[in-house]
């Protein structure tokens, strides 16, 4: 074919009898008294800064300024969902951004109640990522909202509003919860990344076009940066490099955006985060830090700090 293979021709499954490995009990409560205990090892040896951090968060939410959480998928797949979702209820979350899978995973936990298949097996006969409900759902969604100019979050979430009953999980979905208050949740997606591109109804102008409107949103906070913070939670590639990009755009616009934190909360020291988090964006000012932990250990604990009185 002139425009490469035909996509119509692809084969679907049902999601509801799939194998999920992660479903919603594994969604941690930031109110139960165990997890308001959660404390890094003892052997973590960056308490002294990690405190700093906090201070300057409160500190960017006291002066108003924007507290800019990015996500890697893992985020979400580790049960984290209710914590960013106090957050925001708590002021500590402004804007939340992720690559793609943070969308399909928290879309997925929304309605199904799981997320996660097992790769490894489906693989090898042609069936991974190739679910009907997520596939053609989240398509219509970013579609529908590509022919009202919405970006690739609030068209998520638009989606969601207009079908309730499709997802008896909205409760503990992020970008849905942020659009009940506002806030902005947008998804810097790259084509061919994402299982939803498998599907037989997938337009990539769509994706492609509500994406971008995201990307202009999310310069938009990056340009009220000064005496904010921006977090990044174990997004390797796509983070890093989108906020490097937006923090450039701002700046040649003429936007002082100088004085500000960063931090990035990874398992391991990884290049893109490390010079495009920590170092490369306060070379003019503010503070960069760099933690090792488990999600699972860090934002609890970060949520824990925060809002203690």
């Known amino acids: 074919m ?34 308001r205990e959660i404390q890094p090892p003892e052997s973590w040896k960056q308490t002294e800064e990690f405190a700093e951090l906090v201070n300057r968060i409160r500190e960017a939410k006291k002066q108003g300024k924007p507290v800019v959480w990015s996500l890697g998928g893992h985020v979400i797949k580790r049960g984290l969902s209710r914590y960013l979702i106090a957050l925001m209820k708590n002021g500590f979350v402004n804007h939340v951004t992720g690559n793609g899978s943070v969308s399909i995973h928290d879309f997925e936990m929304a309605f199904l109640g799981g997320t996660s298949e097992d790769v490894a097996t489906a693989i090898e006969d042609g069936s991974f990522g190739m679910w009907e409900e997520t596939g053609r759902w989240m398509n219509r969604a970013v579609q529908s909202g590509y022919r009202n100019g919405l970006g690739y979050g609030e068209s998520l979430a638009a989606y969601v509003a207009k079908h309730r009953k499709h997802f008896p999980y909205k409760d503990f979905c992020v970008f849905y919860q942020a659009y009940l208050q506002k806030i902005p949740a947008t998804y810097h997606v790259a084509i061919g990344t994402d299982f939803i591109h498998q599907h037989p109804i997938v337009d990539f102008a769509a994706i492609g076009g509500t994406s971008g409107v995201d990307f202009k949103k999310y310069c938009q906070t990056i340009s009220r940066l000064e005496g904010g913070v921006f977090l990044n939670f174990g997004s390797a590639v796509i983070g890093p490099e989108v906020f490097l990009k937006a923090l450039s755009i701002v700046r040649n616009l ?6 500000f934190t960063t931090a990035n909360f990874d398992l391991f020291d990884l290049y893109r985060p490390r010079m495009n988090v920590v170092r490369r964006p306060v070379s003019l000012g503010g503070k960069g830090f760099n933690f090792f932990l488990d999600h699972r250990i860090s934002i609890p604990f970060l949520y824990n700090r925060l809002t203690q009185k």
């Open 2 to 35: 002139k425009n490469g293979i035909d996509f119509t021709k692809i084969t679907t499954f049902p999601a509801a009898g799939r194998k999920n490995l992660v479903t919603i009990k594994d969604i941690l409560d930031p109110t139960h008294l165990k997890n």
């Open 254 to 259: 003429g936007f002082k955006v100088k004085n």
